[in-house]
């Protein structure tokens, strides 16, 4: 079984109330739409090497963000996860840990975006 098909499993028995339609499983990723419209793309190789992105409206405008763990911006204190927001800067990933388990991570994900899509940041 690959990782997406177990996070695929996850996500169903734990958030399966709160999906809109049902989660789409391709070659390569998970894809899912949350009740409040968040559109979510779950890419997970292991667990320090994964990326997951989505996109909500926000003021008649779609926003995208996500959390990948691309070794890049090294001066962040999470480093190599990091949180891309809506307007292009990186920030230090206030969800995910790459000691965590990918149900674990995938969780925290998903609960914050149920709370808020943009996770308490201002849009740009």
Do not use: C, K
């Given at each position: 079984?690959?990782?997406?098909?177990?996070?695929?499993?996850?996500?169903?028995?734990?958030?399966?109330?709160?999906?809109?339609?049902?989660?789409?499983?391709?070659?390569?990723a998970?894809?899912?739409?949350?009740?409040?419209?968040?559109?979510?793309?779950?890419?997970?190789?292991?667990?320090?090497?994964?990326?997951l992105?989505?996109?909500?409206?926000?003021?008649?405008?779609?926003?995208?963000m996500?959390?990948?763990?691309?070794?890049?911006?090294p001066?962040?204190?999470?480093?190599?996860?990091?949180?891309?927001?809506?307007?292009?800067?990186?920030?230090?990933?206030?969800?995910?840990r790459?000691?965590?388990?990918?149900?674990?991570?995938l969780?925290a994900?998903?609960?914050?975006?149920?709370?808020?899509?943009?996770?308490?940041?201002?849009?740009?």
């Amino acid at each position: 079984m690959n990782q997406h098909t177990e996070l695929l499993e996850h996500v169903v028995a734990h958030f399966g109330d709160r999906l809109h339609g049902a989660p789409q499983l391709t070659q390569d990723a998970l894809a899912l739409s949350l009740d409040n419209g968040v559109q979510l793309t779950i890419r997970y190789a292991s667990t320090d090497a994964y990326s997951l992105r989505w996109r909500f409206q926000a003021g008649g405008n779609e926003i995208e963000m996500g959390i990948d763990t691309a070794p890049t911006h090294p001066t962040l204190a999470t480093h190599p996860n990091h949180l891309h927001l809506s307007g292009g800067r990186a920030v230090a990933d206030p969800l995910t840990r790459t000691d965590a388990s990918p149900a674990d991570n995938l969780s925290a994900v998903i609960e914050a975006l149920l709370r808020d899509p943009q996770l308490d940041f201002p849009l740009p």
